[in-house]
Antibody, heavy 127, light 109 residues
Framework: EVQLVQSGAEVKKPGESLKISCETS????????VAWVRQVPGKGLEWMGL????????TYSPSFRGQVTISADDSIGTAYLQLNSLKASDSAIYYC????????????????????WGQGTLVTVSS | EIVLTQSPVTLSLSPGERATLSCRAS??????LAWYQQRPGQAPRLLIY???NRAAGIPARFSGSGSGTDFSLTISSLEPEDFAVYYC???????????FGQGTKLEIK
């Protein structure tokens, strides 16, 4: 069974940094992309970026590029999302999700959908 | 940039009724569209991928159709656990990535 288990809820102050983990199991970590998705409570889903752990290739949404860093440690099957210089507007639930790819596209992200999700990590940024 | 527009924003129906949710893309996405269900307090769950394929473990009352720019998700007979928010999602060519619709809330009438 594919599982993605995220680290627990965090409370941070503005300006601080945070690294959220997503521990995977039940599949070959280096063979699938892992994405991060943000959801402000009561709002919709925003794709932030994804990583291919096989070669650590990452792609970011322009909305989040420069604000976050996605990484992976294939020795422990874990992906990470680092949030820098936190602001109150970064308060949200952050999800990791595995991409089930349908069609590979050279030098770009594949066509696909997100077939397994972590439980979400609630981040609260408040002074 | 592809924009997904879901309609209606809110759909009020009773258990046992048929639900039809719509997702329209601002440009053709061929058949590469997915649908998700999100219940309160839970992570999204993949229902349909590539427009019409049910994901593993998804009941047969869920079906997807469409291609190009117009897609629909149909729930043939609503169960109490189906009342949730539904999102559509596609891959975008430029900028390269993925985008979601704004969601349709399916509520009990």
């Amino acid at each position: 069974e594919v599982q993605l288990v995220q680290s627990g809820a965090e409370v941070k102050k503005p300006g601080e940094s945070l690294k959220i983990s997503c521990e995977t199991s039940g599949y070959i970590f280096t063979n699938s992309w892992v994405a991060w998705v943000r959801q402000v409570p009561g709002k919709g889903l925003e794709w932030m970026g994804l990583i291919y752990p096989g070669d650590s290739d990452t792609t970011y949404s322009p909305s989040f590029r420069g604000q976050v860093t996605i990484s992976a440690d294939d020795s422990i099957g874990t992906a990470y999302l680092q949030l820098n210089s936190l602001k109150a507007s970064d308060s949200a639930i952050y999800y990791c999700a595995r991409l089930r790819f349908t069609v590979l596209v050279p030098r770009s992200v594949p066509y696909g959908s997100f077939d397994s999700w972590g439980q979400g990590t609630l981040v609260t940024v408040s002074s | 940039e592809i924009v997904l527009t879901q309609s209606p924003v809110t759909l009020s129906l009773s258990p046992g009724e048929r639900a039809t949710l719509s997702c329209r893309a601002s440009q053709s996405v061929s058949m590469y569209l997915a649908w998700y269900q999100q219940r309160p307090g839970q992570a999204p769950r993949l229902l349909i991928y590539d427009a019409s394929n049910r994901a593993a473990g998804i009941p047969a009352r869920f079906s997807g159709s469409g291609s190009g720019t117009d897609f629909s998700l149909t729930i043939s007979s609503l169960e109490p656990e189906d009342f949730a928010v539904y999102y559509c999602q596609v891959r975008t060519n430029w900028p390269p990535g993925y985008t979601f619709g704004q969601g349709t809330k399916l509520e009990i009438k």
